[in-house]
Every structure is written in structure tokens, then in C-alpha cells.
């Protein structure tokens, strides 16, 4: 299931419950652990049985050290 690649986690699990799909949430992380708080799918493998769903967190907001709050 390829159409879900990229999307927020939310939006894919919602497309996975409408179409009555089982599915796993499978979080994967670099060793570095970065932050980010942008959940996207990485990945989908259909099984016999349920889909699993890789995502990560994704840090799109850049900081910028010149623009003071």
C-alpha cells in the first residue's frame, strides 16, 4: 500500500480503519535519536494478515538562530 508513504500517521491510520485494514504501528528512530515532531510514513508491508506501518519523526521546522521571539 504505497499511497500512504509520506503521510502524517494519523491521515494513513484513518485511510487503514475507513478501508477496514488491520494494522501495526512500527516507530523506527536513528542511534542519534534526533527531535522531531512531524509523524510521516516511511514504509508499508502488506501481510497476510495486517499491514504494518513504519513511520518516523521528522524535525521540518528549521531553526533559526537570527529571528529572536
Do not use: C, H, Q
Request: charged fraction near 30%; proline fraction near 4%.
Amino acid at each position: 500500500m504505497t499511497a500512504l508513504l509520506g503521510l502524517p500517521v494519523s491521515e494513513a491510520t484513518a485511510a487503514l480503519e475507513k478501508a477496514g485494514t488491520p494494522y501495526r504501528l512500527i516507530e523506527v528512530r536513528s542511534k542519534k535519536g534526533g527531535k522531531g515532531d512531524d509523524r510521516r510514513v516511511i514504509k508499508t508491508v502488506a501481510t497476510d494478515t495486517e499491514t504494518l506501518v513504519y513511520w518516523s519523526a521528522f524535525k521540518t521546522e528549521v531553526d533559526n538562530p537570527s529571528v529572536k521571539a
